[in-house]
Each structure stands twice: as C-alpha cells, then as structure tokens.
C-alpha cells in the first residue's frame, strides 16, 4: 500500500506518536525516553498553558498499520506577536534511517505553516527555550542530560536535504569539577564577595525552603530573558507547571539565589544531578518502581547539569556569575561530583561561554537548530 500520512487527532493515534521514538532508538544506548505522565501532560490543554496560545498538528507517517515517523507543527502567535515575526516550528521529529519518510513529514508541516501564512519554518523546535532544542551535530556519543534531546546523525542529513540550512547554534560546556580550586579563582571570587557588600548568597538545605521563591525567581527570569532566542515569557499558571516538572528533582543544595535585603532574588542558579540514567532504567514510567531508579541515580550521579540561571539586568558586571559558579562547583565537589554539563548556552552567549571557560569548561557538544524560508 506504501506510506500513508495521518493527522494525529484520537487518543489512540497519540499514543503511538508518543511510543514510537522508543521503537526507532531501540538499542541506542544514549537515548533517554521521556517520563511519560509529562509527556501525556504535553499535548494535554488543561495541562499546558502553551497550547493556549500556540496552533498546533501533529503527523504520524504509517507503513501498513505501523507508526514508522512522526513530527509536530507549532506556530506560538504569542512569540510571533512580541518579535513580530511569521515563524512556524517543527517538533518532536523521529524516523526511521528512510529519507521518504522524513521528506513527508517534513513536507506536510511546511505545508500546513503556509496556508497560516507563515514566512519561515524553524527548528527542532517546541513552545520555548525551555523544551529540548535542536539536533545534535557534535557529541553523538556523549551522554544526554535533562531537558535535551537525541538524534541519529542521518537525521541531520535528512533536515539538510531537505533545503534547511543553519539559524542557530547551542553549544554545552563539560566543566571538570577541580579538587583544589586555583588561586585566582579564589582572589576573584574573594573581590566579587568584597563587592557584594549588601548583597547576600541563599542556600537551601529541604524542598519547601525553595517554594517562597519559585514565582520571584521564575519572574526574574522573564525580566532577565526578554530578547533571547526562542525565550517565551511564563505567566503564572506556566510558572507553576514548570515548578510541578521540576521540583520533585530538585536538590536544594544545587540552587543558588542571590538576594538584597529585601529577599529580593537578584541572581539565581539551578542544577540538577543528571538523573537520565534512572529514567533509561525506569523506561519512563515513576510507577510502580521507576522513581526508585531515578532516586538512586540523584544521590549517586557524578554529573550536575545545570538547568536554569538568570542576573537581573541591573545588576550585571558585579561578578554575581562568579560567585554563584563557584558556589556550585564547590557543592558539586561536596557531593563527589566529577562534571558540570552547562546545558545548551548560544553560541554567541560570549559572557556565559566566557564564564565556562574560566572555570576549565570545554565544549563537548553541540545543537543546531535550523531554519527553511517559505515561498
């Protein structure tokens, strides 16, 4: 019969678009499944806010009966209004090693994007900043942390064939977490202190310490991110989602928050133990046993990634960014931490990469999301 193209509109059909990564990365050993009960939430509207204001699709390719590729169309009016842009997104893209099937998908979404009038069409790419970016092009063999996405090199190859060409690259640090700190890390991290005179460093042992500051911290975010690219603005209600995700993996001792004497956060880092390991073994499910694996790895990992961090524009050129780096390679190495992956920084975060590389930081992977003109 050949391949068939389907619009995912039932329960049943949804499914197998959330099941078939699992299926082509079989055997990919640095595959990291999703928790599944976040992935349902995804494409749930009670359940995610971005739904709300965003136009979606979602196709699955069908090869006598069997999901055999899938991708997602999304075009955030919201982002478009604020940047004044005429940009669609492709998401969620899985195939099989088959470029006709890639090719089709690929298609109809660039299709789909210009009958809503859109003038480019971006990606790998979801709602914001804050879901998994871009394909690998480095570091296929390196391990996969929170919040980033795998691929296959042949899908690089399938997107470029295809007509897509560069927009943007994210690079991630591997930092070596040192035994000794050198010298003159400890004499700038000593002047930066000297000149924070009214400012001061919270850290937090217990979770319910850190939820007074998650709506001041999150807030802090959409004032420091306004024109970075892909960054949407959370109002509260996508706030609280991202603190529901979040929370239960978080160690207190990896965030930091620099407040004034009002308990003001004026700073802020968040790591968290690279728990991809528990959830390749829980497959993806917290139940009945999953959130065991997961557990075990959080105490155990050698890896912080470091998911979320944020200076107020005001207060930029104090060294709060030494500060707070150093404070959590020094956690890190409390905990008998090896590395700190920087999670996906843009290539022309200079400062931020600047920083990294102070602290030994080498690039050891790399993202590229691409970007297609609509005629």
Same mark, same amino acid.
């Given at each position: 019969m050949g391949y068939q193209i389907i619009r995912v509109q039932k329960k049943a059909d949804l499914y197998k678009f959330i099941h078939?990564?699992?299926?082509?990365?079989?055997?990919?050993?640095?595959?990291?499944?999703?928790?599944y009960s976040d992935e349902w939430a995804f494409y749930n509207s009670h359940r995610n806010r971005a739904l709300s204001y965003s136009d979606t699709i979602l196709f699955l390719v069908m090869d006598d009966g069997k999901p055999v590729g899938r991708i997602m169309g999304i075009i955030n009016r919201r982002y478009n209004e604020l940047h004044g842009e005429k940009t669609a997104r492709f998401f969620n893209? =899985? &195939?099989?090693?088959?470029?006709?099937?890639?090719q089709m998908l690929l298609s109809e979404v660039e299709n789909w994007a210009k009958e809503k009038g859109m003038a480019r069409l971006i990606g790998p790419m979801g709602f914001s900043d804050k879901d998994p970016q871009g394909l690998i092009v480095e570091g296929f063999d390196e391990e996969i942390v929170?919040?980033?996405?795998?691929?296959y090199p042949y899908l690089v190859e399938f997107v470029t064939r295809y007509g897509f060409v560069k927009e943007v690259d994210l690079v991630v640090y591997k930092v070596p977490i040192p035994n000794k700190f050198p010298d003159f890390y400890l004499r700038?991290?000593?002047?930066?202190?000297?000149k924070a005179n009214g400012y001061r460093m919270l850290r937090f042992s217990k979770r319910n310490q850190i939820r007074p500051f998650i709506k001041p911290v999150l807030a802090?975010?959409? =004032? &420091?991110?306004?024109n970075i690219y892909g960054f949407n603005p959370m109002d509260p209600d996508e706030m609280e989602e991202l603190a529901a995700k979040y929370l239960s993996f978080i160690d207190p001792r990896f965030l930091k928050i620099i407040v004034n004497s009002d308990?003001?956060?004026?700073?802020?880092?968040?790591?968290?133990?690279?728990?991809?390991?528990?959830i390749q073994k829980s497959k993806g499910y917290l139940f009945p046993f999953g959130f065991i694996h997961i557990l075990k790895?959080?105490?155990?990992?050698?890896?912080?990634?470091?998911?979320l961090g944020a200076i107020h524009p005001n207060y930029r050129n104090l060294g709060f960014d030494t500060w707070m780096g150093a404070e959590m390679l020094m956690e890190a190495q409390n905990a008998g931490m090896t590395t700190i992956?920087?999670?996906?920084?843009?290539?022309?975060?200079?400062?931020?990469?600047?920083?990294?590389?102070?602290?030994?930081?080498?690039?050891?992977?790399?993202?590229?999301?691409f970007q297609k003109g609509l005629q």
């Open positions: 078939l990564p699992a299926k082509i990365h079989k055997g990919h050993k640095n595959w990291v499944p999703p928790l893209l =899985e &195939t099989y090693q088959n470029y006709e099937v890639a929170l919040a980033s996405s795998c691929n700038i991290l000593e002047r930066v202190k000297t802090l975010v959409n =004032e &420091t991110f306004p308990y003001q956060p004026l700073a802020f880092i968040l790591g968290i133990p690279n728990i991809c390991p528990g790895v959080m105490r155990t990992s050698k890896v912080l990634s470091l998911l992956d920087s999670h996906l920084e843009l290539e022309n975060n200079t400062k931020m990469r600047a920083e990294m590389e102070k602290m030994g930081g080498v690039v050891y992977k790399r993202y590229r999301i």
